[in-house]
DNA sequence: AATGAATGAGGTTTCATTCAT
DNA sequence: GATGAATGAAACCTCATTCAT
């Protein structure tokens, strides 16, 4: 699937207001196509089916997503500083586009065990980018040397995601960047030197 | 709903294993019957219906499991250690149940979002432990004095949790209650005090 | 399938009045279940699926029809007469179900090509039950000893096939019963001259 | 529907190796166009719909049938050499190309009732053929003078049908025009013995 | 004449829930 | 209390046809 053809990011957009506003199983195809502007049957050329609209939703997505952490990434001299950059995005990113957030945090996660296991293949990419910055911190002694680079990974993961759930299950009722900060210095705290 | 009847357990138990071996999806009503060795009408004597098994299965299997672990930290005398009896208890008791670790961390999350909410009722008494031992761990010095209480216990929920569905998605390949100490450690590092 | 429950004999006679009077095309299931009285789900607790009503259908009155020629054959002490009898009861049986005419002759052969095969399962009855006239009249010195088995059925089967097709095709304006004489003289004799 | 535009040519020998191949159901107009070389949109312009292609398909293809068993009969004395020339013909044709054999016996069968309605419209033409030998060998004293004309023909007819159908559908492993002279013995001389 | 992107109607099947026995 | 046969709503996808270019 190109992605520069007009119909094709139109229906994604669409099916991200859709899925936000009425949730997954109350996201019919029908209703996507007429948010979208299209008929139902034109969703089929550009996709395989509905499932694929959403892989294909969280690939743009996300694909943009790690582009963009990685551009911002580059810059950053140390690995606590890129870690500061990567929290600081995400939270920026799915604060800007609080429809996508219900999304991935909540609409998304209801879908089958295939579509997730799809889904995680994405997510590979984002959690290579935390790989990264595990193995360069540890490299240039920021980070404990004995570190276990899975657990390691999987805390940052599991803290960022379990914040921005909460978040979306409290309505927004907070600034989620604001908290970038004290995030940084929880994570850095548990793979950084005792000093 | 009472749980001292004998075809309530069976039905939940039923559910526990018919969800996990088949996937939330094809766990339908007539599976659980027939699994739990009632028919089908037997199922609506006991449940308001098939959502009400869901979070029955959840409330009395995490009942079980904060009742545990309340148990066995009262014995303790420092947060730390605390902390750690709540990870080991947590990675052991999913551990022994494979079944019951497939359906919290991977099946159940494919329900609707209405579900989950009631769910996470359910797992408040879980966080209330993680926030208390937090705050005992503020109050005698362990912790830092200035630590976020809601990111702190976003921290280590989003990391035991992240660590359990990492481990049933890898088809539980290793030990999990063999990262307890690890996985302390690291959280620790991030709540306590440079020392 | 069992046949003796009332509901399953139900749905298959409302299927050959709805398919006779609608087109196989028009003949929904909605449609069948409504002319049998029950709600379009019930269908699906005595069938798997559409095709599976089509099957059971011919076979269920298929079935009746071998086994009635079956019946009054016996009692026949020539070749001759058998296929006499053949040809008569295969006319009556249809002459007397106009719709069930309707729906073998025209209808269930715009099924798909694999639903056919399914049903030339259910016909290869009903043809050995030709072929077994014809080695029984070749033995007794009735038919010519050098007839080709499988010319011959295809000729017989052939012949009363498309007879009733024709008789179908032209809104059944004369008796078909009546042709029985005729037509067995016709594959006696063929059209040339006893000489 | 003129003839001799090279597309109209082009559109029916796609629809028969597309049908052929595929089957009636899966015979869509974008596989056929895409078979044909050209555009979804083009079929429009020589045929009317859907339905208009498979009419003219056997209109085409069953025109050229009975003009050449017409030109070829001229020439023959007697209604049985005509007959025979007829079966001859027939059988050589389909077994000349398998494809349209397949289409006019088993494909084109399960087209809908109003279709297969106009089919036999089209078939007139070569039933008028099989009319008119009848007719002559009667009047020429070959055939029986009470030979009833439309069981004759249908004898004829659904016998010659039956024998294309069966060898289309094993798959073609014997010669089809080899058994012309055998079914031409068996029309002229029925199954019984001459006496 | 030719294209092909867009249309949109329409039907089979599943499964949670009920209720007469 | 227990049963299980019956219910019926609800949605994804296909594909013949159109029409702006």
Redesign the interface.
Known sequence: MKSNRPKYNQIIDAAVIVIAQN???QAQVSKIAKQAGVADGTIYLYFKNKEDILISLFHEKMGYFVEQIEEEIKGKATASEKLHVLIQKHFQNLSEDVNLAIVTQ??L?????EL?LRI?DVLRGYLNLIDQIIIEGKENGEF?PD??N???R??I???????VT?WV?NEQKYSLPD?AP??HR???????L??
């Open positions: 949730g997954y199983y909540l609409e996660r209801q879908s089958n065990k997730r995680n404990l570190l276990n899975l657990l390691a999987q805390m993961f599991g803290t960022i995601d379990e914040t909460t299950m908290l004290d995030v929880l994570l850095i705290g548990g793979c950084g005792k000093s």
